[in-house]
């Protein structure tokens, strides 16, 4: 899957941040902090142990204490879809806009289908604001939020650090799909995420464009710190 990515409108905003969304489509986003949530006390409702290296996925630390603060997510865990596999940090990268032909700043996206990408020039998960976890979907099976869609409000998200400190999420509402990638839709989701969101996941959706090389759609999953 290509990335895509929407033109700088070159006007200066006032917020926090000013980006394009490249894995999962076009749109520049803004947000602002709000007071963290409490670290979740109890241990993950998963048992979430070491596992060794495999293919294209490295071998993920196993959780072991409650994160204290923010963490640098090394490993995610989304039980319900059957997700566990490393996060990689990416940070804010320039593209070529395959619908313009114009350079672009953007989110950097993991290079394996199987992994993700935290966006790591933006929030931390469990800094009270909300951070971006990228990853990518494909029409032919096999990639790593290719179920991001089946979610419901609840489930659970882990994310651990390379040390094994842990948070717990849990998904606020049902996933938001469709988001045209020719339009704002991404980039005003986003910016009007649930009150209460600590994490963004980001995947693609919908019909594949061979003239742009990308699909036609987002799908994003809010979730909360618990």
């Not at 200066?12 to 979740?40: M, Y």
């Not at 109890?42 to 293919?55: E, K």
């Not at 980039?187 to 600590?198: F, S, V």
């Amino acid at each position: 899957m290509r990335s895509v990515a929407r033109e700088l409108s070159g006007q200066r905003l006032p917020l926090l941040v000013l980006l394009v969304v490249v894995l999962a489509g076009a749109g520049v986003f803004v947000w602002t902090g709000r007071p963290a949530a409490d670290a979740a006390v109890a241990p993950p409702a998963t048992s979430l142990v070491a596992v060794p290296a495999t293919g294209e996925v490295p071998a993920l630390p196993a959780a072991g204490t409650p994160a204290a603060g923010p963490v640098v997510p090394a490993r995610i865990a989304v039980p319900a879809i059957d997700v566990d596999t490393a996060v990689e940090s990416r940070g804010t990268v320039r593209y070529g806009n395959p619908f313009t032909g114009r350079a672009v700043d953007g989110y950097g996206v993991p290079e394996s289908m199987r992994t993700t990408s935290w966006w790591s020039d933006g929030p931390a998960p469990g800094s009270g604001r909300m951070a971006v976890v990228l990853g990518h979907a494909g029409a032919g099976g096999g990639a790593v939020f290719d179920r991001l869609p089946e979610l419901s409000p609840g489930d659970e998200v882990v994310l651990v650090d390379a040390g094994g400190a842990w948070l717990r999420l849990e998904v606020l509402g049902d996933p938001v799909t469709g988001l045209d990638k020719a339009t704002s839709a991404l980039a005003d989701t986003l910016n009007g995420h649930p009150a209460g969101a600590d994490l963004a996941l980001v995947t693609c959706g919908g019909e594949f464009d061979e003239s742009a090389g990308a699909s036609e759609d987002n799908t994003v999953v809010f979730a909360r710190v618990v």
